[in-house]
């Protein structure tokens, strides 16, 4: 089943998935599914892959996520496409997400953590990004299934 997203009074001119190489969303734009996932437009960085997680500043300018860039408090976002540098796409920020970055060993049910990978969590670490927990076990580092409820990471 293919997954449409809308969001009124705007006409979405990107699909989820899409790699825009124009900015055809202003960026920060927020829509939702047909089954209630949200998500915001954003530019691209670098190294993104499918699954991929980024922090975002004010300027919805996206840093792939490591413990350093967690200590800024940045929203956090996965990334549903491959929008690297000068790219543009949409980022999941709340709902069921499938195909997002994890370590080895990452277990289900589990709080998620920044790691020193970049774009990467783990289930153990310092820091707690919040309102992302993983609901499928990792034996290989690879991706997992999570819920996000506009994850962010916390003071320390």
Same mark, same amino acid.
Request: no cysteine; aromatic share 8%; hydrophobic share 25%.
């Given at each position: 089943m293919s997954t449409f997203i809308s969001s009124a009074p705007l006409i979405i001119r990107s699909g989820l998935g899409n790699i825009d190489t124009s900015e055809l969303m202003p960026l920060?734009?927020?829509? !939702?599914? *047909?089954?209630? *996932? !949200?998500?915001i437009y954003l530019k691209g960085i670098g190294s993104t892959v499918v699954g991929s997680w980024v922090a975002y500043n004010e300027s919805y300018q996206t840093s792939l996520l490591t413990e350093t860039i967690a200590a800024k408090l940045y929203p956090v976002a996965v990334a549903t496409a491959i929008t690297v540098a000068s790219t543009y796409g949409w980022y999941q920020i709340a709902g069921y997400r499938t195909l997002a970055m994890v370590k080895a060993s990452c277990a289900k049910e589990a709080l998620l953590y920044a790691t020193t990978t970049a774009g990467s969590l783990d289930d153990a670490g310092t820091t707690t990004i919040h309102g992302a927990v993983a609901i499928t076990t990792v034996v290989a580092a690879g991706t997992t299934d999570v819920l996000l409820n506009y994850p962010h990471p916390s003071a320390a």
């Open positions: 920060g734009t927020r829509a !939702v599914d *047909n089954e209630g *996932n !949200v998500y």
